[in-house]
């Protein structure tokens, strides 16, 4: 079991980033939660931050948790924004550790009568993230015409650096004719999330 460690930070020799996760009521009614999963697969305790990146706001100096993992220990924050920050709304988190054998995953749903609904999301290192001037691509995108069923496609980025940076999302059909596109600026350390990305045309 990790034990909670408030004074210290884990030092920033490993970075990984969970770029999209909530508590927070969502499209229809639902309501959304991240779990969080740390586990240290290593033969040393660790000291693992986690830090929360809030959405659509600069976070230069983002709340913070660190705890130390035992050697083969894993932990599960079950909706972590709330467990561990006592916050409300949506966002990213970031994870320092001090061994590079320590991995970090979450999972973000909506759960209701009929079981759960919602998706894996990985932490990614720096060296998959997008660097100044480089290009992403999101392949296998969807959108329905009807908003109470069928895909649609929301697209969460986050700045993993102290820097403001501008990012030009451009959404391109299936036959490579650009749909539509947008330019803004993220702050240090701010994610944001764009909910039905492509226009109802």
Same mark, same amino acid.
């Given at each position: 079991?990790?034990?909670a460690?408030?004074?210290?930070?884990?030092? =920033?020799?490993?970075?990984?980033?969970?770029?999209?996760?909530?508590n927070?009521?969502?499209?229809?009614?639902?309501?959304?939660?991240t779990?969080l999963?740390?586990?240290?697969?290593g033969?040393m305790?660790?000291m693992?931050?986690i830090?929360l990146l809030?959405?659509d706001?600069?976070n230069p100096?983002?709340?913070?948790?660190?705890? *130390?993992? !035992?050697?083969?220990?894993?932990?599960?924050?079950?909706d972590a924004?709330a467990?561990?920050f006592?916050?409300?709304?949506?966002?990213? =988190?970031?994870v320092?550790?001090?061994s590079?054998y320590v991995?970090? *995953?979450?999972?973000?749903y909506?759960?209701?009568e009929s079981?759960s609904?919602?998706q894996?999301?990985p932490?990614h290192?720096m060296?998959?993230?997008i660097g100044?001037?480089?290009?992403?691509?999101?392949?296998? =995108?969807?959108? *329905?015409?009807?908003?109470?069923?069928?895909?649609?496609?929301?697209?969460g980025?986050? $700045?993993a650096?102290g820097?403001?940076?501008?990012?030009? =999302?451009v959404?391109?059909s299936s036959d $490579?004719l650009?749909?539509? *596109?947008?330019?803004?600026t993220?702050?240090?350390y701010?994610?944001r !999330?764009?909910?039905?990305?492509?226009?109802e045309a």
């Amino acid at each position: 079991n990790p034990s909670a460690l408030p004074g210290g930070h884990a030092a =920033l020799m490993h970075e990984t980033v969970i770029p999209g996760g909530a508590n927070v009521e969502g499209f229809g009614g639902a309501r959304w939660f991240t779990d969080l999963d740390v586990a240290n697969m290593g033969g040393m305790p660790s000291m693992v931050t986690i830090q929360l990146l809030a959405a659509d706001q600069a976070n230069p100096a983002p709340a913070s948790v660190s705890v *130390s993992l !035992q050697p083969g220990a894993s932990v599960r924050y079950r909706d972590a924004f709330a467990e561990l920050f006592d916050f409300e709304g949506s966002g990213a =988190l970031r994870v320092l550790v001090d061994s590079p054998y320590v991995s970090s *995953s979450s999972r973000t749903y909506a759960a209701d009568e009929s079981g759960s609904y919602g998706q894996g999301i990985p932490a990614h290192s720096m060296m998959r993230a997008i660097g100044y001037g480089g290009m992403g691509r999101l392949v296998g =995108l969807s959108e *329905s015409g009807n908003t109470s069923d069928g895909f649609r496609t929301n697209i969460g980025v986050v $700045n993993a650096t102290g820097t403001p940076t501008t990012v030009h =999302l451009v959404l391109y059909s299936s036959d $490579n004719l650009i749909v539509d *596109s947008v330019e803004f600026t993220l702050a240090a350390y701010e994610q944001r !999330q764009l909910n039905r990305v492509f226009p109802e045309a």
